[in-house]
């Protein structure tokens, strides 16, 4: 059973900083491809960024480029979301994803399988 959990959501000013985690368990093998998405009241699902478990490729949404970087701690089952330089525009609800087969830059919410519960990031002064 596929278990995503995040953590590391909060409230910070525009400018600052957050780490996101999504602790994963249940995975059975490497071929996966891991995926952050977020979701803003009224809005779609969109898709921020995503990293390949076999050779750690990585894709980035436009809007985000340069600003966040995600990561992959393969010993903690664990993948990062660090944050920089947020802006307001910024705010959501924070989900990680994970699903097999896909290339990183399929950011599309109905392809992945297995999704944590969410955590709020707001970015306000």
């Known amino acids: 059973q596929v278990q995503l959990v995040e953590s590391g959501g909060g409230l910070v000013q525009p400018g600052g900083s957050l780490r996101l985690s999504c602790a994963a368990s249940?995975?059975?093998?490497?071929?996966?491809?891991g995926g952050w998405f977020r979701q803003a009241p009224g809005k779609e699902r969109e898709g921020v960024s995503a990293?390949?478990?076999?050779?750690?490729?990585?894709y980035y949404t436009d809007s985000v480029k340069g600003r966040f970087t995600i990561s992959r701690d393969k010993a903690k089952n664990t993948v990062y979301l660090q944050m920089n330089s947020l802006k307001p525009e910024d705010t959501a609800v924070y989900y990680c994803?994970?699903?097999?087969?896909?290339?990183?830059?399929?950011?599309?919410?109905?392809?992945?399988?297995?999704w944590g519960q969410g955590t709020q990031v707001t970015v306000s002064s």
């Open positions: 994803a994970a699903s097999r087969g896909l290339h990183v830059s399929t950011m599309i919410p109905g392809a992945y399988d297995y």
């Open positions: 990293i390949d478990f076999i050779d750690d490729s990585t």
């Open positions: 249940g995975l059975s093998s490497e071929n996966y491809v």
